[in-house]
């Protein structure tokens, strides 16, 4: 049984930072994309950022990039969301998504196969 478990989200203040990490457990992911979504309340889930399988390329949302970076360990099977100069606009619920095709480029919409839970992340102003 696949599992993608979040961890890392919490409440900081504005300008703060948080790192949040995502588990893998159930198969390897190592050849598959991986993402990160969000969701605030009243709002569609929206794109953060993804990898591809090895690492080496990554994407991100408009509002995002300069402060998040998106890596993967492919060894524990975890892909991380460092997320820098928070902002209350970046309250949501967290989101961990894979993919399960062999693709050219990750999918930057919510077509991923497998998804996590979710972990809160809260940013006071």
């Known amino acids: 049984q696949v599992q993608l478990v979040e961890s890392g989200g919490g409440l900081v203040q504005a300008g703060g930072s948080l790192r949040l990490s995502c588990a893998a457990s159930g198969r390897t992911f190592n050849w598959y994309a991986m993402g990160w979504f969000r969701q605030a309340p009243g709002k569609e889930r929206e794109f953060v950022a993804a990898?591809?399988?090895?690492?080496?390329?990554?994407y991100y949302a408009d509002s995002v990039k300069g402060r998040f970076t998106i890596s993967r360990d492919n060894a524990k099977n975890t892909v991380y969301l460092q997320m820098n100069s928070l902002k209350p606009e970046d309250t949501a619920v967290y989101y961990c998504?894979?993919?399960?095709?062999?693709?050219?480029?990750?999918?930057?919409?919510?077509?991923?196969?497998?998804w996590g839970q979710g972990t809160q992340v809260t940013v006071s102003s």
């Open positions: 990898v591809n399988w090895s690492g080496g390329s990554t």
């Open positions: 998504a894979a993919d399960n095709r062999i693709r050219a480029t990750p999918p930057l919409t919510v077509e991923y196969a497998y």
